[in-house]
């Protein structure tokens, strides 16, 4: 089965539980998961001929949090084009913002720039909607590990 590490962005926690969800359902199926609260760009290297699945709030005005922005600036500023990556996203936010989802959405955009391959399409969950994004995020997730190899 395929290698996946979880790379999380979060502010109050959700972004973290539903990567906590996506690791006991990707487990589940048969895959090796790992999940990085903390990623930093040696764990990011190793999954590049992997998968990544990339799990992010939204703070601010659109905005990365603050424990994933500086692996975002790392991918941006020193990694460069990265073709041979396979990646998944989930975004999280709160549609009465103007930059809904703008944190997942600023990454989508840096990966396609890179050359990586988004495997399936990104979810984006609404807060306003959703009380329990681990709960809305169940059916993707699963859905997105059946396409892995």
């Given at each position: 089965?395929?290698?996946?590490?979880?790379?999380?962005g979060?502010?109050y926690?959700?972004?973290?539980?539903?990567?906590e969800?996506?690791?006991?359902?990707?487990?589940r199926?048969?895959?090796?998961?790992?999940?990085?609260?903390e990623?930093?760009?040696?764990?990011?290297?190793?999954?590049?001929?992997?998968?990544?699945?990339?799990?992010?709030?939204t703070?601010?005005?659109?905005?990365?949090?603050?424990n994933?922005?500086?692996?975002?600036?790392e991918?941006?500023?020193?990694?460069?084009?990265?073709?041979e990556?396979k990646y998944?996203l989930?975004a999280?936010g709160?549609?009465?913002?103007?930059k809904f989802?703008?944190?997942?959405?600023q990454f989508?955009?840096?990966?396609?720039?890179?050359g990586?391959?988004?495997?399936?399409?990104?979810?984006?969950?609404d807060?306003?909607?959703?009380?329990?994004p681990?709960?809305?995020a169940?059916?993707?997730?699963?859905a997105?590990g059946?396409?892995?190899?």
């Amino acid at each position: 089965m395929a290698e996946v590490g979880i790379f999380v962005g979060t502010v109050y926690g959700n972004a973290l539980m539903v990567a906590e969800e996506a690791e006991m359902l990707l487990a589940r199926q048969g895959h090796h998961v790992k999940v990085f609260e903390e990623g930093e760009l040696s764990s990011w290297q190793y999954y590049r001929n992997h998968y990544v699945l990339v799990v992010t709030s939204t703070t601010g005005q659109g905005d990365l949090p603050d424990n994933i922005a500086p692996l975002f600036c790392e991918l941006r500023d020193v990694v460069g084009f990265q073709p041979e990556l396979k990646y998944g996203l989930i975004a999280l936010g709160d549609s009465s913002y103007e930059k809904f989802c703008g944190a997942g959405k600023q990454f989508d955009a840096l990966l396609q720039e890179q050359g990586a391959t988004r495997v399936g399409k990104s979810l984006e969950i609404d807060s306003t909607v959703d009380m329990e994004p681990e709960k809305a995020a169940a059916g993707w997730i699963e859905a997105w590990g059946h396409l892995l190899k």
